[in-house]
């Protein structure tokens, strides 16, 4: 499954792989150290035991990072024309309807790519439980959001491009 992101957050993404491999580099030259110098008392087995268990976890934590980054795809912010479908950066302008209690409220909010994402300017990451739903909604759709607050029904008003 492909995940959007910026091209900030993908140069982030693959400076922390950078980042871990000299980490995991690190780790290893200390335990051949270790295993060099170890003279059979149960310091030097200790070191050697916890930089193999160190190593373990860093090459994990590498390759999960590797596993992402291969998902990736760098979005930019171009949007041709008024988009028909809500999608990446477009503003969505919908009337929400809390279905426990029936209140509606009216909201605007933007959809961004992982690392556009400005939740003071209530601009969402594509994939957020609030508004994953909505992606390629049309004016007029109504669709039912889940969150841990509760149940909403948002009908589409309107969309336009960031």
Same mark, same amino acid.
């Given at each position: 499954?492909?995940?959007? =992101? ?13 980042q871990?491999?000299?980490? #995991? ?18 310091? %030097?087995n200790?070191?050697y ?17 590797m596993k992402d ?9 171009? =949007? %041709?024309?008024?988009p %028909?479908? =809500? $999608? ?10 809390? #279905?426990?209690? $029936? ?11 992982? $690392?556009?994402? %400005? ?14 739903? #909505? ?8 669709? =039912?959001?889940?969150?841990p607050?509760g ?5 589409? #008003?309107?969309?336009e491009?960031?």
């Amino acid at each position: 499954m492909k995940v959007f =992101v910026t091209e900030k957050y993908m140069k982030n993404a693959l400076e922390k792989i950078t980042q871990l491999q000299k980490e #995991l580099e690190n780790i290893r030259r200390e335990k051949n150290i270790s295993f060099e110098g170890d003279t059979n008392t149960w310091h %030097d087995n200790f070191a050697y035991e916890n930089l193999t268990r160190q190593e373990k976890l860093a090459e994990d934590r590498l390759f999960k990072a590797m596993k992402d980054a291969e998902n990736f795809e760098v979005c930019s912010n171009i =949007v %041709d024309g008024v988009p %028909d479908v =809500v $999608g990446l950066y477009c503003w969505v302008r919908g009337v929400q309807e809390n #279905l426990e209690t $029936g209140e509606e409220t009216e909201r605007v909010f933007g959809l961004a790519p992982l $690392g556009d994402e %400005d939740y003071a300017k209530k601009i969402f990451t594509y994939n957020s439980p609030a508004v994953c739903s #909505l992606i390629g909604a049309k004016v007029g759709d109504e669709r =039912v959001v889940k969150i841990p607050v509760g149940t909403f029904k948002i009908t589409i #008003l309107h969309i336009e491009k960031m």
